[in-house]
């Protein structure tokens, strides 16, 4: 690749984002595409690879045809450069840059006054580290890289997956591209910061709703990255990760995949080893464990989480691993364990004590609420579980929370009986609603 090309970054997340997961996967969709237009532009993965490089800046007459059918988007937006006009209005014109610029922000960010989320131009400036770190300094690019990850799972947080996952996705194209030219240290630091970013790409695709296949991928990633760094930590971590992300229908999967974050030829820190013990308690709860072994699993995780150092600031996505895990989680996620096994007036006490507390960002309070309403169903009080559904699902539509609108459709169903009272209709009516708008 020439000294100047900056790798194409936009179009690797827009594509990784639809499914298409490698340059062939990308190809094969591609002459799909044009089949269906009755074009007769065919590309080879060649030519994918030199449009990811940035070697190609505009495509033909008939390719950005059946690009812009695939993606939906201008070709802007993708990343190619249009050729300057000889004539007329300047393709470089402020208006015209700024127009340009409006639209991309909307079609991969739209996130607004939430959280300082890494723009387009910062993104520019951060590839263009990648292939020219010895002149902008590795310690900066590294800086960007650890900031703007915090910052994309901040906005998760706040504004839900669909806001944060397109940025996550540019950042991971950046470290990416990074790593094969960087010397070895600077590489071995980009893959670990990759590692923590595909985990978070994994959570976002999954929150949001995308098709199992795209979570796994990025799963699969974090692993490779973690393997590559001899971050046996992290491998552990993602072990736990990909437990979560299991069905409920799938409880010995889910068993399985804890067991082996804490059993396997690695150590977990004390905080995301006493998550993954609470995680083995669910799975135990899901496979009918007696609710004796599903408390001394929790008492395990409570021991655990007693050893771990005070955290010294606030959690972060780049921070020590797992430093968000704390004692009001894990109550809250003991209570979702004691519904899984049939005890839903002890699930309902938990709730009730530590949902109280303002600990919990809104993606989490939407998720936990949810389940609270679960639990107060099972406990026979459907009026107080519709009262919490409502205030779940208050926090989880505009955001978009995945994971608290199926816990919330799942109470729906439970509240099927009770449709007549008029708090439970209102709840059922305003989550149809949102369904379908």
């Known amino acids: 690749m020439p000294e100047h090309a900056v790798a194409n970054w936009r179009i690797v997340a827009a594509r990784v984002e639809r499914g298409w997961h490698t340059q062939e996967d990308f190809a094969a969709a591609y002459e799909d595409e044009a089949r269906e237009l009755r074009e007769q532009a065919r590309i080879s993965v060649r030519q994918v690879r030199r449009w990811e490089a940035g070697e190609s800046t505009w495509p033909n007459r008939d390719a950005r045809r059946v690009l812009e059918a695939m993606f939906g988007c201008p070709l802007e937006s993708l990343g190619f450069v249009r050729p300057a006009r000889p004539t007329g209005r300047r393709a470089d014109a402020p208006g015209r840059q700024l127009e340009e610029c409006d639209v991309r922000r909307r079609t991969f960010l739209g996130l607004v006054g939430v959280a300082p989320v890494l723009d387009l131009d910062a993104l520019d400036h951060l590839t263009a580290a990648a292939h020219g770190a010895h002149r902008h300094g590795e310690g900066e690019l590294l800086s960007h890289l650890r900031t703007e990850l915090d910052n994309v799972a901040r906005a998760d947080g706040l504004a839900g997956p669909h806001e944060a996952l397109p940025t996550a996705l540019g950042i991971l194209a950046a470290i990416n591209a990074a790593a094969r030219t960087a010397g070895e240290g600077l590489r071995r630091e980009l893959l670990v910061f990759g590692a923590r970013g595909a985990e978070l ?216 009986p009770y449709a007549k009272r008029p708090a439970v209709r209102e709840f059922r009516q305003r989550l149809d609603e949102l369904a379908v708008a």
């Not at 046996?232 to 229908?249: K, N």
């Not at 921070?319 to 979702?336: C, F, K, S």
């Open 201 to 416: 790409a994994a959570w976002l695709n999954r929150d949001a709703g995308a098709p199992a296949q795209a979570v796994a991928y990025w799963h699969h990633q974090a692993k490779e990255w973690a393997t590559l760094t001899g971050d046996g930590a992290m491998h552990a971590y993602v072990l736990l990760r990909q437990a979560q992300a299991t069905d409920r229908t799938d409880a010995a999967r889910m068993l399985d995949l804890a067991r082996a974050a804490t059993t396997g030829p690695w150590t977990l820190p004390p905080r995301p080893r006493a998550e993954a013990l609470q995680q083995q308690a669910r799975a135990l709860a899901l496979t009918g464990a007696r609710v004796e072994e599903v408390a001394r699993a929790l008492d395990q995780a409570h021991t655990v989480l007693g050893q771990a150092t005070p955290a010294s600031g606030p959690a972060t996505c780049t921070g020590p691993l797992g430093d968000g895990y704390n004692r009001e989680r894990l109550m809250v996620q003991g209570a979702i364990c004691y519904r899984e096994a049939g005890q839903s007036e002890r699930a309902v006490s938990l709730f009730g004590a530590h949902l109280a507390t303002d600990v919990f960002a809104p993606r989490d309070r939407a998720f936990f609420t949810a389940q609270y309403s679960g639990a107060l169903v099972a406990a026979g009080e459907p009026d107080e579980a519709a009262t919490a559904a409502l205030e779940s699902l208050a926090l989880a539509a505009g955001a978009r929370f995945g994971q608290a609108l199926a816990e919330l459709h799942r109470t729906a169903h439970d509240l099927a």
